[in-house]
């Protein structure tokens, strides 16, 4: 069965800092892109940060850059997003996202059910 389960959310006061995780299971996670999404409330759902699959070639939202950093484990099928100087505006549920990185499995994705991130003073 496929998982991806999200964890480490919480409430942070403006300027602080969280360390997502996402750790997935029911498929060969070495072989999948992860990215991290979020979608503040009213709003679209928005990509943030993209780690390839063997390289780990990494891409940000221009919002994010130098503030987060996306990592991967692949012995711990684990995927990390760390969060620094965190905006009110940032308050969101993030999710993460496994994309088919080989020709063999290039259609194949799953998400995760998201973790609430909430920015507050």
């Known amino acids: 069965q496929v998982q991806l389960v999200e964890s480490g959310g919480g409430l942070v006061q403006p300027g602080g800092s969280l360390r997502l995780s996402c750790a997935a299971s029911?498929?060969?996670?070495?072989?999948?892109?992860m990215s991290w999404y979020r979608q503040a409330p009213g709003k679209e759902r928005e990509l943030v940060a993209t780690?390839?699959?063997?390289?780990?070639?990494?891409t940000y939202a221009d919002s994010v850059k130098g503030r987060f950093t996306v990592s991967r484990d692949n012995g711990k099928k684990t995927v990390y997003l760390q969060m620094n100087s965190l905006r009110p505006e940032e308050t969101a549920v993030f999710c993460c996202?496994?994309?088919?990185?080989?020709?063999?499995?290039?259609?194949?994705?799953?998400w995760g059910q998201g973790t609430q991130v909430t920015v507050v003073s």
């Open positions: 996202k496994a994309k088919g990185a080989l020709s063999s499995n290039s259609g194949q994705f799953y």
């Open positions: 029911g498929f060969t996670f070495s072989n999948y892109v």
């Open positions: 780690i390839t699959s063997l390289l780990g070639t990494t």
